[in-house]
């Protein structure tokens, strides 16, 4: 099925991937020493991705992650959010679009990683009212440590696909 936000049907999901990743974005795993935390927005956004392709992604991941910055009153972070997990949740889908092969799960994952520590990095970085260069290096392993977590989305996938096979059909690429 192709990605069409006219689809009553698409943009349901996708609307609906977007309050998941905003709701448990929301769900603080652990504080960093510095004041950021760990999420499970990602494994929301890694799921959407696996399941629903790129766009799907990409909405999800930075429409979603945006917001709950925004809620969670870090609205400071939000655009830099947007753009890095909305990145990460396309590149996602994009490496998975024709196939949700193992091989190509694992290179996904490791793409969506890096773009999220090295987005970040670059973001808070090049910004001065995040902080500059040294608040940028101690938020490194942080961000490390949410893209493993975030991983889990793969293994959320594979658990629905094989509980409902017809998710592996509907993808939306």
Do not use: C
Not at 49 to 74: E, H, K, N, Q, R
Request: aromatic letters at 10%; a positive charge; charged letters at 10%.
């Amino acid at each position: 099925m192709r990605f069409d936000l006219s689809n009553p049907r698409t943009l349901a999901t996708t609307g609906i991937m977007t309050a998941l990743v905003l709701g448990l974005t929301l769900v603080h795993v652990a504080q960093t020493p510095i004041g950021g935390y760990i999420h499970l927005g990602d494994v929301a956004i890694i799921f959407t991705a696996l399941a629903f392709g790129p766009w799907a992604g990409l909405i999800a991941g930075g429409i979603g992650t945006g917001l709950a910055d925004v809620v969670s009153g870090y609205a400071i972070f939000a655009p830099l959010s947007l753009i890095v997990h909305g990145t990460q949740g396309f590149m996602i889908g994009w490496i998975v679009r024709q196939n949700v092969t193992p091989a190509r799960t694992i290179v996904a994952l490791v793409v969506g990683w890096l773009i999220l520590v090295a987005g970040y990095f670059l973001g808070e970085s090049l910004i001065p009212i995040f902080g500059g260069m040294a608040y940028a290096l101690t938020e490194v392993p942080w961000n490390a440590v949410q893209g493993l977590v975030g991983s889990s989305g793969a293994v959320v996938y594979l658990a629905v696909a094989r509980a409902y096979p017809r998710l592996r059909h509907s993808e939306q690429k």
